[in-house]
Structures are given as C-alpha cells and as structure tokens.
C-alpha cells in the first residue's frame, strides 16, 4: 500500500470582519452572551467573493506551500454545502481558475465533516496507486444561508476556505489512521433545504420558493458533538495503540469553545492540546478544520515526530478523524 501525506496547506479569510457588538444591531444579543455561550468574537463575512473564489485562494496557497504546479494535480476536492451553482460542481470552477488541466474534479458533502471526509476520499486514490497529487478544498460562504433575524444561528458561523494538498510521500503529514461515521436518522438536527418540488403536476404553489436557510436543534447538536470527538480520539487511539499523552495537538471542528471543553474533560486530554481559532472566524463548517490546520502549521509549532488528530462533526449528522505523524 502507498503512503498518503499532507504536503502542503493554504486558507481564505474574507477581509470584511463582523464582530459580536455588529452582530448586537441585527439581532437581539450581546457580545457577552456570544463569548460566554461560544467562544465566538467575530467572524468574516464575504462581501463579494463567492464560494468558488475563496477555493480557489486557499487552494492556490496549498499548491505554494506544496511546491507543486496545479499541473501536476491529477484530482480535486472541493468539500462544500454553499457551492454557487448545484452544476457544475465548485471543484470544477477551481479547475479552470488554477488551470489544473490534468485534474479530475468534483464536490463532497458531508456539511462540517466536509474536510475529514474529502481526505480520507482523496487517500484512498494514492493509496489504490490511480493518483499521485490530491488538492482537497474545504470552502463556505455561509453567510448566504444564514437567517439573519434567527439569532441561535446567525451569531456562530462565518466564510472562508482550507485546503490540503495530499501526495504520494513519506514527508509531511502521513495518514496512519482514519474513521468516517454517519447517522442519518439524525438528519434533521442540523439542516439547509435545497429547491422545494416545482412542476406542472404540483398544485398550490407558492409564489416564491423559500430561500435555502440553516436550521439548527443547537442542544442536541451540542451533545452529539462531545460525544463523537470522545469516541472518534478513542478510536483512532485504538486502532493506532497509542495513548493520549502521544497526542501533541487536536484539531477539532471549530464549532464552539463549550464542546472542545467537554470533550477535552471527557477524554483527560488538556485544553492546551486542542487548536482553537473560533473565536476570530466562527464556524465555518467544511472550511474551519483546513484553515486551523494551515494556521498551525504556519505558525511554527509542529515538529517532526509530532503527532495531530483532526476531528470533525456536522450536518448529517456525520462525524470523522484521522491520525496524522508529522515528518
Ligand atoms: N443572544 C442572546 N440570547 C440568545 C441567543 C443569542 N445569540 N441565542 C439564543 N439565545 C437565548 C435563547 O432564546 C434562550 O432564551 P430563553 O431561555 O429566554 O428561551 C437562551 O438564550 C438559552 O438558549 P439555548 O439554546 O438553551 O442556549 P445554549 O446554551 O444551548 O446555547 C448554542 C446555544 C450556542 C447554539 C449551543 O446550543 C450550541 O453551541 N450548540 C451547538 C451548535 C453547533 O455547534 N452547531 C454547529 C455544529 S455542526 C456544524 O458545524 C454545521
């Protein structure tokens, strides 16, 4: 079997910040309610840029740091629950503005598992020897599907975009172990309706159809989030006999400061162990696990030897992991 490797990274903020003291003159809240209940400071919001643009950023800033040309990517993954167009598929558009001319394309979804589940996809192409290098993009313009008078839900997310590039290689971040897991009957937890039934054989149309918005049940959401990182980190300690001491950081979706507490006092790893950057962007669903990882790496502090754990959860609902040894 072949070995697959994360080799380069690269995100995408909009520069347009929205803080919890703007968000106080759209809806009714406050910047202490927010902080308290989330973590969350602010969050960027697209003024312009589509969801298609970001990928591309972040994608083109994944290929730099992978020192690769985008014709040398023989597939992309674009991770995604706010592309532009239902056709084609954002990882196609990604295609054309990279000129990737090699590359296969197409989009996943799996709402904030997005990323976990477009890695683990893109490893399975090495690892059967059909590709070689895998551009896997995580990208959001959620501020499109939000209902700005709901604040249980307008208040936690945010756009942007993170993208891997995964190789064929024994440097970089070497997949030793993944989980993917999906429980449907929960479907309706967390949901984003697309285009109601319209035709001629339909009767009482409505006039306009109603505008895709999320809809979020936030306590249940809350509860199957602890309990999917727990269980994930165990698994993944399972299957690759390590101990939570070998952990030297966990990447968990960045959804809400409360969860990654109680999953860090449910599984005795400390806090300091688990990347946060929620309080600057929010929720970004599929793009939030690719931009902490980017902004890590960058920063210096992953050594050779290190040993990460990305963790994601979401809509779905679905959940997913994988073990990373940094080389
Ligand atoms: N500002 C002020 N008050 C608010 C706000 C707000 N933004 N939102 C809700 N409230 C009020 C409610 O109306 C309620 O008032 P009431 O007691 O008078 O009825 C009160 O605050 C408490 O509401 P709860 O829903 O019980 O608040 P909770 O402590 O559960 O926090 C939250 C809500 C933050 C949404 C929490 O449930 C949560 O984080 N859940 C997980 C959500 C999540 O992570 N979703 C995304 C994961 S999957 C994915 O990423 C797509």
Redesign the pocket.
């Known amino acids: 079997m072949s070995q697959a490797a994360i080799i380069g990274t690269g995100s995408f903020v909009p520069n347009q910040i929205m803080t919890n003291n703007d968000?106080s003159n759209i809806?009714?809240?406050?910047d202490e309610?927010?902080k308290t209940?989330?973590g969350i400071s602010e969050r960027r919001i697209s003024t312009g840029m589509s969801t298609a643009d970001m990928a591309y950023e972040a994608g083109l800033r994944a290929l730099e740091s992978a020192n690769l040309k985008a014709e040398e990517i023989d597939l992309i993954i674009c991770a995604t629950?706010t592309p532009d167009f239902f056709m084609p598929s954002c990882a196609c558009m990604v295609q054309e503005r990279l000129k990737a001319v090699n590359a296969a394309a197409f989009d996943l979804t799996a709402?904030?598992t997005g990323m976990i589940y477009g890695i683990v996809t893109g490893e399975q192409f090495i690892k059967s020897g059909m590709y070689r290098n895998i551009l896997v993009i995580g990208t959001e313009t959620l501020s499109k599907v939000l209902d700005w008078e709901d604040?249980?839900?307008?208040?936690?997310?945010g756009d942007g975009a993170g993208a891997v590039v995964i190789s064929l290689s024994e440097k970089g971040g070497k997949l030793m172990a993944s989980n993917l897991e999906a429980d449907g009957s929960k479907y309706d937890l967390?949901t984003c309706q697309a285009m109601p039934l319209r035709n001629p054989y339909i009767e009482d149309l409505e006039e306009e159809p109603v505008l895709p918005k999320?809809r979020?049940h936030?306590?249940?959401?809350?509860r199957?989030?602890v309990h999917t990182i727990t269980g994930n980190i165990k698994t993944l300690l399972k299957k690759t006999e390590l101990t939570k001491e070998d952990i030297n950081y966990i990447i968990p979706?960045q959804?809400?400061q409360?969860?990654i507490e109680q999953a860090s006092k449910h599984t005795g790893i400390p806090m300091e162990r688990f990347f946060m950057n929620l309080n600057r962007y929010g929720?970004t669903?599929a793009a939030?696990i690719g931009i902490a990882l980017d902004e890590l790496v960058r920063s210096g502090k992953i050594n050779s030897g290190h040993k990460l754990v990305l963790v994601g959860?979401?809509?779905g609902?679905t959940a997913g992991s994988m073990l990373l040894e940094w080389n």
């Open positions: 968000l809806v009714e809240t406050s309610w927010i209940r989330t629950i709402a904030c604040r249980s839900t307008c208040v936690l997310f967390l999320i979020m936030g306590q249940e959401v809350f199957f989030a979706h959804a809400n409360r969860i929720n669903s939030s959860f979401g809509g609902m």
